[in-house]
């Protein structure tokens, strides 16, 4: 028996670790990676009712957090160091990987009804209005890499779990928090990143959880053609030159192998993407 509990355990940190990945790499979703591996329905009936499924669920879920944690801490320096040396290919990859998703997303949003004329206009309005809306939020300045910042940080991340195909890492590119966020996990910022990180994700996950439960349940094609409409536009954005952007990717300097690679790159996104979609569709 205490074998069988270790392993367990050991099989929920291992959890965490995984789904570490939607926390930190652009066009990988959070709640994707929940659903896959068989966790996303009990996490949000959790957040939805902690109340009534605390005793029972928080215990589950500890060790999923502490991977987590560990997961940030094993995979910020490496993703850093890419994106300062390998920027151009490197987001071109991050953007083939979250095309790669889209069908499946198309798929998924018509799961209960046929797309109609409202669909297309949720989708179509979410494109122009968000696309223009974080074009013109760098143009504003981007956010600071401050505590509140980070606590937005936290608040996008906790919605790429509660909403399986949202990644929040290419919203994070565009408001300039991305970087600073991989440099203080990779120094291991326990009050100054981690801390208002998880007040972010906590504080989101328990004021929407209910809310986002219930919109899927009851307007599951309405959400998911904003989903994918927000998605088009962040993705845009990730390969659009923007000088008012910190993070902004440059294309200063690129030579014609850079191009290749960054082609191939993106190609291997794309497959990646399709890959991880249909492993959801497997195991969800």
Known sequence: MLTQRTSSLVTRIFKGIVIALGFILPGVSGGVLAAILGLYERLLGF???????????????????????????LLS?????????????????????????????????????RRDLVDWLWFGGTLLVGGLGLYNVSHLGTLPANF???????????????????SPSNLLLI???FSPMLLGFKNLDLLGV???????????????????????????????????GLVVASTALIL????????????????PLTWGVSLLAAGAGIALG?????????YK
């Open 194 to 228: 981690f801390l208002p990180i998880a007040i972010g994700g906590l504080i989101t996950m328990a004021l929407l959880a209910k809310g986002i439960e219930y919109l899927i349940d009851h307007h599951h094609s309405r959400v998911y053609h904003f989903i994918i």
């Open 274 to 282: 399709w890959w991880m979609s249909r492993l959801e569709a497997k």
């Open 47 to 73: 957040m939805a009712h902690p109340r009534q499924r605390w005793r029972q669920d928080l215990p589950f879920f500890l060790p999923v957090g502490i991977g987590g944690i560990l997961g940030v801490a």
């Open 148 to 166: 509140i910042g980070f606590v937005v940080a936290g608040s996008l991340i906790a919605l790429g779990v509660l909403v399986p195909g949202l």
């Open 240 to 255: 659009i030159p923007n000088a008012h952007a910190t993070e902004s990717i440059s294309y200063a300097g690129t030579t």
């Open 175 to 177: 408001l300039g928090l």
């Open 77 to 113: 320096a490496p993703l850093a160091y890419l994106l300062t040396h390998a920027q151009v290919i490197v987001l071109w990859g991050f953007a083939g990987a979250i095309i790669g998703t889209l069908p499946a997303l198309l798929a998924t949003a018509t799961q209960h009804s």
